[in-house]
């Protein structure tokens, strides 16, 4: 039951980050893999996001959604300074 209830809400915490940011589960694979220079393909993405009685579902990592918010981290502050930029 418990391992149960982290699962969902990893999932729900990544679901939310690509909600948030509106990214792509491709973009999620990308950003992952570059902020831990490991490659993250979509087909994991979409194992992590799929129902738990789904065939091909996994339970997603911790280390994935920690490295999805640096990654968005460092999203938004590159937006924030290319909008500064521009009302400088």
């Known amino acids: 039951m418990e391992q149960t209830d982290e699962r969902e809400k990893n999932q729900q915490q990544f679901r939310q980050i690509l909600s948030t940011y509106n990214i792509t589960q491709a973009k999620a694979?990308?950003?992952?893999?570059?902020?831990l220079c490991k490659t993250v393909n979509v087909r994991a993405v979409r194992a992590w996001l799929a129902r738990a009685d789904a065939t091909t579902a996994t339970p997603c990592p911790m280390w994935a959604i920690v490295a999805l918010k640096r990654a968005t981290q460092k999203l938004s502050s590159t937006q924030d300074k290319t909008t500064n930029r521009g009302t400088n």
Do not use: F, V
């Open 29 to 35: 694979a990308a950003l992952i893999s570059r902020e």
